[in-house]
């Protein structure tokens, strides 16, 4: 059993920068694939990020590459997902997610066997 908890989120401007983090609970950690999910107001959840067991492998919407890095510390059993250059359409509950299965199926949204509570990101225009 893995236990996922988020935090990092908050408000800031357009531009702006945020990281959010993600603690694992459980000493499985380095085995799972951890993703960056988020889901706006009156839409479906989306895929941001996703990094393998050993964070030689990520991932990344194209609505995010460039701005958004992913990465983790295996002891620290943390997940961490900086983002800069913030924008409006940033704005969404973001959500980390865990699984065994490799970073293209993850990154569909398949195989995730947990998920933590979510950390709302504000972007002001």
């Known amino acids: 059993q893995v236990q996922l908890v988020e935090s990092g989120g908050g408000l800031v401007q357009a531009g702006g920068s945020l990281r959010l983090s993600c603690a694992a609970s459980?000493?499985?950690?380095?085995?799972?694939?951890m993703g960056w999910f988020r889901q706006a107001p009156g839409k479906e959840r989306e895929f941001v990020a996703v990094?393998?067991?050993?964070?030689?492998?990520?991932r990344y919407a194209d609505s995010v590459k460039g701005r958004f890095t992913i990465s983790r510390d295996n002891a620290k059993n943390t997940v961490y997902l900086q983002m800069n250059s913030l924008k409006p359409e940033d704005t969404a509950v973001y959500y980390c997610?865990?699984?065994?299965?490799?970073?293209?199926?993850?990154?569909?949204?398949?195989?995730?066997?947990?998920w933590g509570q979510g950390t709302q990101v504000t972007v002001s225009s």
């Open positions: 997610a865990a699984g065994r299965s490799d970073t293209v199926t993850l990154s569909k949204g398949y195989e995730l066997d947990y």
């Open positions: 990094i393998n067991w050993s964070g030689g492998t990520t």
């Open positions: 459980g000493r499985t950690f380095s085995s799972y694939a």
